[in-house]
């Protein structure tokens, strides 16, 4: 009797909630489910079918457009090109922006002189938008920059760093670590702050400080924050542009997979332009997956652990 | 209890904000927008507001709306029209799926596809309104009589009951040159019949020696003589000029790749003439232009029959050589082009900006041409106003002297069959107009509304109409019509010059009705013509000369590579 009571009154309760809380989660979950789950699988089925402009009949085409596609992926020279490109990028912004956004937030959470100001300049780029970043970032590079070469180092004109074909794709990167610093510096920061003091001191005691205290203590501690970053950079190869269509509409010489899609994309005449990018996107993935499920694997296997 | 009460009100509040995003449906009224009048019946026209402005429209719906005044069989209660022009910058291919749920009924728009509109079932039927003469307008020629024979083919669609349309073309997109006919008179940048000496600068005209050659027709006392008739006297001409402290060539880094991709088709159009350049659009004839490389001599192929299976021997046409050559001498020579040409900053309004000022305001130096389209008179009408405030009237477009430059052609033998064909009655030029700029009406107009809006398009394709908007935007609708005695000398110089060299050439329109080319359009499309495979692949000719120094020869020869490597049948 007691028992049958006590799970009467839960159930009333429970039932309450559960329906509030479905009444909220619905259109998200909604949201959710059409514009993520059903859009990636239509583009895969996308993949396996051809559709006609003038009827639009939609017919069944087996593997045809992924062997289109494979064949534009290993011979057209823009897309070797951009493979190129992708993976030179992300291993630019990994091996240049990752130990400095580390470095940054350190800085921030060991609260250094300036810190707070660092942590505004880090963080702006994020709030303004990028196509004004861009706009700034280019002004600077194509006028200041060779105006402040001409005065230093005399009257001999020289080209904006996006101007010249041999400076632009560092250029380009540079603009993209800076602009990426913002979101990175704050997940570090806060996953810092969340240490706790208790341990830095003890740390403190047994003589880590400084780069000692990052690498055996602060690091590890938000070891599993760095490694969520990763694995999403990894996973992010072929979606990232770099800014490149902010920078150069459909006219950019740098191409990565992400801008080339959304270009090809964009301007598409029509639907059935879409079936070969669709199984161009497949086979990213089929690269994509594995690597990032491999590096996953690996950091866990050899970062290094709270203990 | 507090707590539930504030959990739903901040819930209601989350749906409340969630269907805010369903609000903007209807017909309201937006900033700036004329209010609708209850007592009227409306028409909602979408107006791509680009280069070529809406004052046209303005003018067109005054005239329509007066017309209209006293009409009260439209909608019971409400007497006379009203046209909602709603001027917008998205691009009509981004928004096709939204256009039937939108207010906007009838589109003046650019870089549309019109089979992609037609199969996605967006564009009404108008061939009652085309197809019929517009005799209520005093006119015996219908709308369909002013489209060449290549656009009938295109917009009129085969169907059991007979030929349909459902889209017109709007306006005229043309690229090329415009040069300041106010410099060329003022330092005598005009080749003259006969060269005063053995040396550069005796090719000229001078004070003693002022009888100017024939041009690029080949034919003298036509109003392209003194203009260089051929490419080595194009770049004789650029020395010349720079040589005087002038910028021979000015157009804007940001975009560059585009508007000298823009130039290239407009050489290569002008060079393979109509028949020659439509191959590339029906993939069926016969090439006659044909090239094999050997250096820099050209020599042509026996002609060829181009199907589909092998259209993408196209890439060789000769013509698309000399306009890469053309494109090589003026990227590589810096004494040609503006200091700015390839910085990211140069938008195109700064380069028209430079070109307009250049001379005037003790500062830019002044630039004998300009590399933009037809449309750039619109564009700069901020300069030319500011320009009249500062300087007077005299800054005007209207009393400054600007033309577009008939193209000069590759070779003298092309110059000599310019001249033929002038003298056979035939056009010595060949446009491309590659816009893709097209008007229609949405397939889900109501019925009641039809004849109202059918109207409405046949009185903006009406000989005032057409002739009107080439008065306001001194360019040109994609129509055969005259515009002659006051309306033409309502023209600006450069408005004027556009008229004599359309009257003086073939128009390409780039589309068929190929199935290949319906289904693979942006394959086809205005810069997917001159891909090539030279060095690390490369979309645009400009970029790979400027970037990577890609000699003309490198690219033609990379271009003949991707078109058969990746020629889609």
Same mark, same amino acid.
């Given at each position: 009797m007691r028992a049958a009571k006590k799970t009467s009154r839960l159930g009333v309760f429970h039932r309450k909630d559960i329906l509030f809380y479905c009444a909220l989660m619905a259109y998200p979950v909604l949201q959710f489910v059409i514009f993520y789950i059903v859009v990636n699988a239509n583009s895969i089925l996308l993949a396996f079918r051809s559709y006609d402009t003038m009827t639009g009949a939609v017919t069944w085409v087996g593997f045809a457009n992924l062997k289109e596609a494979f064949r534009m992926m290993t011979q057209q020279l823009e897309l070797l090109d951009a493979m190129k490109n992708s993976f030179l990028a992300y291993f630019v912004t990994l091996v240049i922006g990752t130990p400095l956004a580390l470095l940054f937030s350190f800085y921030i959470y060991k609260e250094l002189p300036a810190s707070g100001i660092f942590r505004v300049l880090l963080f702006m780029p994020s709030i303004v938008s990028a196509i004004v970043m861009v706009t700034i970032f280019q002004f600077f590079s194509d006028r200041a920059v060779p105006e402040i070469f001409t005065k230093v180092f005399g009257a001999e004109t020289y080209q904006g760093l996006i101007e010249n074909p041999q400076t632009r794709f560092g250029t380009v990167m540079f603009y993209n670590i800076f602009v990426g610093f913002g979101t990175a510096t704050l997940m570090y920061s806060n996953a810092m702050d969340a240490i706790s003091p208790d341990q830095v001191d003890a740390a403190k005691l047994e003589g880590a400080v400084g780069i000692r205290e990052f690498v055996y203590i602060t690091f590890p501690m938000i070891y599993p924050t760095f490694s969520t970053f990763f694995i999403t950079g990894v996973a992010t190869i072929f979606t990232n542009q770099y800014n490149l269509y902010s920078f150069f509409?459909?006219? &950019?010489s740098i191409q990565t997979y992400g801008y080339w899609l959304y270009v090809k994309v964009a301007g598409a005449? &029509?639907? &059935?332009?879409?079936p070969v990018l669709a199984a161009v996107g497949i086979f990213l993935t089929v690269i994509a997956v594995p690597l990032t499920l491999i590096v996953k694997k690996l950091l866990e296997k050899f970062g290094p652990s709270e203990d | 209890m507090k707590g539930r009460i504030l959990t739903c009100l901040l819930c209601a509040a989350i749906a409340a904000a969630s269907c805010l995003s369903a *609000?903007?449906?209807?017909?309201q009224q937006r900033p700036g927008e004329e209010a609708v009048d209850p007592n009227r019946t409306q028409i909602y026209v979408y107006n791509?507001?680009?280069?070529?402005?809406s004052d046209w429209l303005a003018a067109a719906k005054t005239r329509f709306e007066e017309k209209h005044?006293?009409?009260?069989?439209?909608?019971?209660?409400k007497q006379g029209v009203q046209v909602i022009i709603r001027n917008k910058k998205d691009a009509v291919m981004g928004i096709s799926s939204q256009i039937l749920a939108n207010?906007?009924?009838v589109y003046f728009t650019e870089y549309a596809y019109y089979y992609t509109l037609l199969g996605e079932g967006v564009l009404g039927d108008i061939t009652g309104g085309v197809t019929d003469p517009l005799s209520e307008y005093?006119?015996?020629?219908s709308i369909a009589d002013k489209l060449s024979a290549e656009q009938r083919s295109y917009f009129g669609v085969a169907e059991e009951d007979g030929t349909h349309y459902y889209g017109l073309p709007h306006y005229a997109g043309y690229s090329g040159l415009i040069y300041n006919i106010d410099l060329f008179d003022e330092e005598g940048f005009y080749f003259a019949k006969?060269?005063?000496?053995?040396?550069?600068?005796?090719?000229f005209i001078d004070q003693y020696n002022t009888e100017k050659s024939a041009g690029?027709?080949?034919?003298?006392?036509?109003?392209?003589?003194?203009?260089? *008739?051929?490419y080595e006297e194009f770049f004789t001409l650029c020395d010349y000029i720079a040589d005087s402290g002038t910028v021979p060539v000015i157009w804007n880094g940001e975009d560059y790749w585009h508007y000298l991709n823009n130039l290239v088709q407009a050489l290569q159009a002008d060079y393979e003439g109509l028949d020659q350049t439509m191959l590339n659009y029906t993939l069926n004839g016969e090439a006659e232009t044909l090239a094999t490389l050997s250096g820099d001599t050209v020599t042509l192929d026996a002609p060829a029959a181009i199907d589909e299976s092998n259209?993408?021997?196209? *890439?060789?046409?000769?013509g698309k050589y000399y306009g890469l050559s053309f494109l090589e001498q003026l990227i590589q020579n810096?004494?040609?082009?503006?200091?700015?040409? $390839?910085?990211?900053? $140069?938008?195109f309004l700064n380069a028209q900006e430079d070109f307009l000022y250049g001379g005037h305001d003790g500062q830019t130096k002044p630039a004998a041409m300009l590399c933009d389209g037809v449309w750039w008179e619109m564009e700069a009408k901020e300069t030319f106003d500011a320009m009249v405030s500062q300087?007077?009237?005299?800054?005007?477009k209207y009393n400054r002297n600007f033309g577009f430059m008939p193209l000069p052609k590759a070779t003298e033998a092309e110059v000599e069959q310019a001249a033929a064909a002038s003298e056979a009655g035939e056009a010595p030029y060949t446009l491309y107009d590659g816009i893709y700029s097209m008007c229609f009406m949405k397939a889900n107009v109501a019925e009641w509304k039809k004849p109202l809006i059918l109207d409405f398009i046949r009185f903006v394709h009406t000989d005032q109409s057409l002739v009107e908007f080439t008065t306001v935007t001194n360019t040109l609708k994609a129509f055969d019509y005259t515009i002659e005695g006051e309306d033409y000398d309502a023209l600006t110089p450069f408005g004027q010059s556009l008229v004599r060299l359309k009257d003086a050439s073939d128009v390409v329109?780039?589309?068929?009705?190929?199935q290949t080319y319906i289904q693979n359009q942006s394959f086809f499309g205005t810069h997917e013509? $001159?891909?090539?495979?030279?060095?690390?692949?490369?979309?645009f000719p400009a970029l790979a000369m400027h970037?990577?120094?890609?000699?003309a020869a490198q690219y033609f020869a990379g271009m003949a590579d991707y078109y058969e490597k990746n020629w889609i049948v």
């Open positions: 509409g459909d006219g &950019s005449a &029509s639907q &059935s332009e879409y | *609000a903007s449906c209807g017909p791509f507001y680009g280069g070529y402005g005044k006293d009409d009260t069989n439209w909608e019971e209660g207010t906007e009924e005093g006119e015996t020629r006969t060269p005063s000496d053995n040396t550069r600068d005796g090719r690029p027709d080949g034919v003298e006392g036509t109003f392209d003589d003194g203009l260089p *008739a051929t259209a993408y021997e196209l *890439a060789r046409q000769a810096d004494n040609y082009h503006n200091s700015l040409a $390839f910085n990211t900053t $140069f938008s300087r007077g009237e005299a800054y005007s329109y780039p589309f068929s009705t190929n013509q $001159f891909r090539s495979n030279a060095g690390r692949g490369y979309q970037d990577d120094n890609v000699t």
